[in-house]
């Protein structure tokens, strides 16, 4: 291959300059590669971001349902509908 990254940076090195179409071509491959890579890294994050919160919305609203549940209201009326969200 006629480059070579240096470590983590974009800087790219040439090892054989003499030969300008393939350094071109390969700078656009490997322009593209990095382009795909970065980009299927930042899908799966997101992906493992949305199972994250999906998991916290499922245990939050099996918290929620549980203490609706556990609520008990003694009530032998019900308010009208006009009144209901009124507080006292």
């Not at 970065?38 to 199972?51: C, L, P, T």
Request: neutral net charge; aromatic residues 6%; hydrophobic residues 25%.
């Amino acid at each position: 291959m006629p480059i070579r990254t240096r470590g983590h940076s974009k800087e790219l090195q040439w090892i054989h300059p003499k030969d300008r179409d393939n350094r071109e071509k390969t700078v656009r491959k490997v322009c593209i590669s990095y382009s795909i890579i970065s980009d299927m890294w930042y899908e799966v994050r997101r992906k493992d971001q949305q199972e994250k919160r999906n998991e916290i919305v499922e245990s939050e609203t099996a918290a929620i349902v549980e203490d609706i549940k556990s609520r008990d209201d003694e009530v032998k009326t019900y308010p009208s509908s006009d009144t209901f969200l009124e507080t006292k």
